[in-house]
């Protein structure tokens, strides 16, 4: 019989039986499609070796008027900017407490390193950051000027942890003290029935909103650019600016503080001493809680919020000083810029600062109730105006469908704007109107703030039960790994999934949690020009591809250790170190892992290679395998090299990709396959032995066990791993191995290739099978 070709369709297909996807792709880890054929995905190396604190879910990249690049990271404990290879820690800060407040407010214990903090409602909780000044030593500890993260105890007390324990009990620290308490920290994973968008608008009530603390909820930012200017928001919270011109080391400022110093009118008044108001010619621009200066005007005074916008009797916050008559300098009201928003979005070309989700403008009432559904914008140009008025464009609008905002998302000619069940148009038009709003379609779902990326003029996300394809008109995108995905999700983990997209390989990257995770471990791949599907494992938290960057950056945890070893049920076998420490108590992650499994102690050895015990019974050994820190993360250049540089030495990458049945002869006959062409290259390797296993299944029938004897061990996601069945071929495969002989007999065969080596990149070809007539039976 001659050759037949092994002409397998791209992609990778779940939606059906492995035997009904002929000639097709049934399962693949870290194995990409270009021009119809697999091969490894690149490898990935640390950006740099600084690492942050917490868990990024955010990454955001741009360039300023004089060519700085930047690169800001939020995460759930700090928000960070990157310039010249250094990390700045500009995370806002809540509050700050001076004397008396704070005066004496140290209690030291001896030999103790625990440190009490008194301050009376100081709003803490668990997890954020303070940063003393001004302390003197304390039961002799020096060190106490200093950022710390607390332990909350009380409403008026908490505890932090020096370096070095105190030498005596005492209290005190002297009268001079500041403490700044940084933004509330957040958690890294969601917590079910609480915060935003846990439940419908009015659960607690007629026009009421149902939310809970910050820290209390997943940490999520939304961040854009006004000009060179950063403007973010932490999901729920106020909207902060930065500017770089201030100093790399300053933190963001709220908004509403900023807009307060920020002059937006200068006209002629008229006041007599000790009046409550003032008499203005021209009040156009003047708001409620707008601050004022100039002669006869306490320090401090500002319009009271009851003025009635357009007015020339303008009330006065504090009475006057002396009888005057001139020129008087009004700021922009920050009272009335958003006090909390779901998302803050960027409209570049018209100018605007749009907060999806927001407290309305009600004059008299700057602090209104947050309404979910509500998206407000500040005067065009203007970003410290937000008090809406007939000689600006400020405004707001109340969506109707839907009970709370979930993403925005600005295009080329429009913004996209998602509820929890509708998908609307957001147009400018222009005053006096200035945004044209409309309904696309209803009953449409998005399963996160970060779930939708915009590609080539087309708007792509996930659902909940499907993805989404925006292009004029909502239609939803065939994906055929639907079933395997959406079957195998952590639902309650949604709002942690993220779109990231790696436009070199014309590819869009969706992160999840698998059902039984709680951090993302699994990612879902759509090739928008050869309109494939593809999947695998690994643990991401932030994605960025800019053409400011050199390649695709993702955030990543920080590793530990790096091993190789062997898995059956709840014991783990280190075989080898690559680098740190194998530990009690620490987090591994591998491919076929449960996500959360912990070694909890160890049977021959510690620290190293030896036996150990996990939390969980795996089904499936794997190699090689790392440990992770979920406190502190780090970046990753992605498509750089070929294998996993994050750690302090080099790891292998696990790529593999497996067919699903191919009949042999239509099935109809038994085949005797004993020759196999491979046809594999392997261009990029940058070692001298690249090498790849093939491994080959036959099959007697669709429902039979595969080889001749037990079938193979066959993981939750359908993965066949060792010991394989008799009658099972495995390969070793090299840039010049031509051909294998192999000794199959069946009607269908299913083959793997996979790599497991460092320096190895491979593509796959057009493999082909020599076979034999053998019979029917």
């Not at 700057?366 to 970003?383: H, K, T």
């Not at 495969?733 to 190895?760: C, D, H, M, P």
Request: charged share 10%; proline share 4%; aromatic share 14%.
């Amino acid at each position: 019989m001659p050759l037949t070709k092994l002409q397998i369709t791209a992609g990778i297909n779940r939606e059906g039986t492995n035997y009904s996807n002929d000639n097709g792709w049934y399962q693949s880890n870290n194995v990409r499609f270009r021009s119809g054929l697999p091969e490894k995905i690149g490898g990935w190396v640390k950006v740099d070796t600084n690492t942050y604190l917490g868990t990024a879910r955010s990454l955001w990249n741009w360039v300023t008027y004089t060519n700085k690049n930047y690169l800001a990271i939020g995460t759930n404990l700090k928000y960070y900017v990157k310039y010249g290879g250094n990390l700045y820690d500009i995370t806002p800060i809540r509050v700050t407490y001076i004397s008396p407040s704070t005066n004496n407010c140290f209690t030291t214990t001896n030999a103790s390193t625990t440190v009490v903090v008194t301050i009376v409602a100081h709003g803490a909780i668990t997890g954020d950051f303070v940063t003393f000044s001004g302390v003197t030593t304390v039961g002799g500890v020096t060190t106490l000027n200093a950022e710390y993260q607390i332990t909350y105890i009380t409403d008026n007390t908490f505890s932090i942890t020096v370096a070095s324990a105190a030498t005596a009990s005492a209290t005190g620290g002297g009268t001079a003290i500041t403490a700044a308490f940084q933004l509330t920290t957040g958690l890294s994973t969601y917590t079910t029935g609480t915060g935003w968008g846990a439940g419908p608008w009015s659960r607690l009530g007629w026009g009421t909103g149902y939310s809970v603390g910050l820290g209390e909820q997943l940490t999520l930012w939304s961040n854009d650019n006004f000009g060179q200017d950063l403007f973010f928001a932490q999901r729920g919270g106020p909207i902060y600016h930065w500017d770089d011109t201030t100093g790399l080391s300053t933190r963001g400022q709220l908004l509403s503080t900023l807009a307060s110093t920020k002059t937006s009118v200068v006209t002629g008044a008229t006041f007599t001493s000790g009046a409550t108001f003032m008499n203005v010619p021209f009040p156009a621009g003047i708001a409620g809680g707008s601050l004022i200066s100039g002669t006869g005007i306490a320090p401090g005074t500002f319009v009271a919020y009851a003025y009635n916008t357009g007015s020339s009797t303008v009330p006065l916050s504090v009475a006057t000083t002396l009888n005057s008559s001139g020129n008087y300098t009004f700021s922009y009201s920050g009272a009335y810029v958003p006090t909390n928003t779901n998302q803050v979005l960027c409209s570049a070309v018209q100018q605007f600062v749009i907060a999806f989700g927001s407290n309305s403008y009600l004059p008299g009432t700057p602090n209104s109730s947050f309404d979910p559904m509500l998206i407000r914008w500040s005067d065009q140009a203007i970003p410290y105006q937000w008090v809406p008025d007939v000689t600006n464009q400020s405004g707001e609008y109340r969506l109707a469908h839907g009970s709370y905002i979930i993403a925005a998302q600005v295009t080329r000619q429009e913004n996209i704007v998602w509820t929890d069940t509708s998908i609307y148009s957001m147009q400018y038009i222009g005053a006096p109107y200035v945004w044209g709003i409309q309904l696309l379609m209803d009953n449409i779902t998005i399963i996160s703030p970060n779930a939708a990326i915009t590609v080539n003029g087309a708007t792509y996300w996930m659902g909940l039960d499907k993805f989404y394809v925006y292009e004029g008109s909502v239609n939803t995108l065939y994906c055929s790994l639907k079933q395997y995905i959406f079957t195998d999700i952590n639902l309650d983990q949604g709002f942690q999934v993220f779109a990231g997209g790696n436009f070199g390989y014309n590819e869009i990257w969706w992160y999840y949690c698998s059902e039984n995770s709680n951090i993302i471990d699994r990612y879902v791949v759509y090739n928008y020009v050869e309109k494939v599907w593809f999947s695998g494992n690994m643990t991401r938290t932030a994605w960025l591809d800019s053409s400011l960057q050199p390649a695709p950056i993702a955030a990543a945890y920080s590793p530990l250790a790096g091993f190789q070893g062997s898995i059956s049920g709840s014991t783990l076998t280190v075989s080898q170190v690559y680098y740190g420490t194998v530990t009690v108590g620490s987090y591994i992650t591998g491919m076929g892992l449960i996500t959360g499994t912990t070694i909890i102690g160890y049977i021959s050895s510690s620290g190293g290679i030896g036996t150990y015990l996990l939390n969980y019974t795996q089904s499936v050994s794997s190699t090689p395998m790392e440990i992770v820190t979920t406190n502190t993360g780090l970046l990753l250049n992605h498509e750089t090299g070929v294998d996993n540089a994050s750690g302090t030495a080099i790891v292998p990458i696990d790529a593999y990709i497996q067919s699903s049945d191919i009949d042999i002869e239509d099935g109809q006959h038994f085949g005797f396959v004993w020759r196999i062409l491979p046809d594999i290259n392997f261009n990029g390797s940058d070692v001298n032995n690249p090498y790849v296993t093939m491994t080959v299944w036959p099959r007697r029938n669709s429902g039979a066990p595969y080889g001749t004897a037990d079938a193979p061990t066959v993981t939750s996601d359908n993965n066949y791993a060792p010991p394989y069945p008799p009658n099972s071929s495995v390969y070793i495969v090299q840039q010049y191995t031509g051909q294998v002989y192999t000794r199959l007999r069946g009607r269908q065969l299913s083959f793997r290739v996979e790599s497991n080596s460092i320096g190895t990149a491979w593509q796959l070809g057009a493999p082909r099978i020599d076979v034999k007539p053998d019979g029917r039976r």
